[in-house]
């Protein structure tokens, strides 16, 4: 916390918590002596130690290099493993990933909830507009080819502060329970660093759940409860001391219809909703610069299969609705988010946590006054309109939970939306760059908490 308050660089062991805030990196083993191995790799990495000072100067750690300087050949494995590069238009090789992170990705501390990523979901998030498919990388039992591990990443262009960084977002590490003291964790992250360095991509960025030298953010989850019963069912949620669970439900009710004029966003919207979108991020430190058609692929190729029945589509993975001036035609604002959902383990009654998790919006509001005040002040108010109709549209489609990181101008609308902290924290990290703390879930510098983050990682 000292950290995130930019005292102090910071030490100790995070914990891994699907239930309550999500994870990107699982740790090689639980084991105590495992995890002092792994925090010894990251001491031979281009990343700030812990406890290194405040840097008076952005910039990377270590300068790029040629490709005839990087090296050529794979890192070498246990001899009874073998390196492989997955093909995921290739629907077998997709379905072996599915699986890999299905029963193997990351859990919370009671073994209750393990994210579930649907193959829709991953050809989503890792084959955006210029990915590379060297850079999905997966490790095979040499003798009868099983996926066991899996590494990704994509390319990504962040701003960071003022500076314009060419990177790639790694993602969705994953080794077989069975083979977590093989020590492969290491070796996939050089590896698949190797590949970008072969594209010429130095820096990367990447969140985990437990501490790693060393955030450039720390957040937190928020968590909008949608369906209590089950919630509370599944002990994602307890009912209070002082409430009945009838109680509960009753504080907790969403609105059957919306605030604002919503209708989805379709294909004619994206030249507004890329303007809106490059405008309003002006607003944080490090956000992601995405083009046209990036934003395209982000916003609407997910929206799945057919017609659209009780609020969703088969397959469907984003949702994303715009606000429209009727009198003009222009697109004042606009809100995304998507589905994750999660195994939930050994449960009698339930099987499924179906979670939606808030992406990227924007509103014309935040331009709309010379008077910071008053804009901090309408946008606010907007934003909480906005996003409260983002949980009707989130109920509607049958969601049981609603959740928000400390990120962005999220912060202003978690009280009004009765929007409930989560238990742990979520840290970003860069590689290969340094630069000084950016506000997540506290204050930092004159930075107000949330607005040095504009990055959702998926």
Not at 351 to 367: K, V
Request: hydrophobic share 40%.
């Amino acid at each position: 916390m000292d950290y995130a308050k930019g005292k102090t660089g910071i030490a100790g062991k995070g914990k891994k918590d699907a239930g309550d805030h999500k994870v990107r990196v699982t740790c090689p083993s639980s084991h105590t002596g495992a995890h002092d191995l792994f925090l010894k790799f990251w001491s031979t990495q281009p990343v700030p130690q812990l406890g290194d000072e405040v840097p008076a100067e952005d910039g990377p750690i270590e300068p790029s290099r040629p490709g005839e300087e990087v090296r050529q050949e794979p890192y070498p494995l246990p001899k009874e493993f073998q390196w492989s590069i997955v093909d995921l238009n290739d629907p077998n090789q997709l379905k072996e990933v599915y699986e890999l992170l299905s029963l193997n990705y990351v859990e919370d501390k009671d073994a209750t909830f393990r994210f579930q990523y649907t193959a829709e979901f991953l050809q989503w998030a890792l084959q955006p507009p210029g990915y590379h498919k060297e850079w999905h990388v997966g490790v095979r039992v040499a003798s009868n080819k099983k996926l066991v591990g899996f590494i990704s990443g994509v390319p990504i262009t962040l701003r960071i502060r003022s500076n314009i960084v060419k990177a790639s977002e790694i993602n969705y590490l994953c080794v077989h329970k069975k083979l977590r003291s093989k020590r492969l964790t290491p070796v996939l992250i050089k590896e698949v660093t190797r590949q970008c360095h072969l594209k010429g991509i130095f820096q990367a960025i990447y969140t985990v759940g437990m501490l790693l030298p060393t955030p450039v953010s720390t957040c937190r989850y928020y968590h909008r409860s949608l369906n209590i019963p089950k919630l509370v069912d599944t002990k994602f949620t307890y009912v209070p001391r002082n409430q009945t669970l009838a109680r509960m439900i009753r504080l907790q009710k969403v609105p059957s219809s919306t605030h604002l004029a919503l209708r989805e966003m379709t294909e004619s919207d994206i030249e507004q909703v890329a303007d809106l979108y490059d405008r309003y991020m002006k607003r944080f430190d490090m956000v992601p610069l995405m083009t046209v058609e990036e934003i395209r692929h982000q916003f609407l190729s997910g929206l799945g299969r057919g017609d659209m029945v009780k609020g969703r589509r088969e397959g469907q993975v984003i949702w994303s609705y715009v606000v429209e001036a009727p009198s003009t035609r222009r697109i004042t604002d606009f809100f995304t988010f998507y589905s994750l959902p999660s195994t939930i383990i050994d449960n009698p009654k339930h099987n499924l946590l179906e979670a939606a998790y808030l992406f990227y919006y924007a509103s014309e509001t935040a331009f709309a006054s010379d008077s910071e005040e008053d804009v901090e002040r309408d946008l606010k108010k907007r934003l909480t309109d906005l996003i409260g109709d983002a949980l009707v549209i989130a109920n509607e489609a049958s969601f049981d939970v609603f959740n928000v990181l400390t990120l962005m101008d999220n912060v202003a609308f978690l009280n009004d939306l009765k929007f409930g902290a989560g238990d742990g924290m979520l840290n970003f990290y860069l590689y290969n760059w340094r630069t000084a703390p950016l506000a997540g879930v506290k204050a930092i510098g004159g930075r107000e908490a949330g607005r040095g983050v504009g990055v959702v990682m998926l």
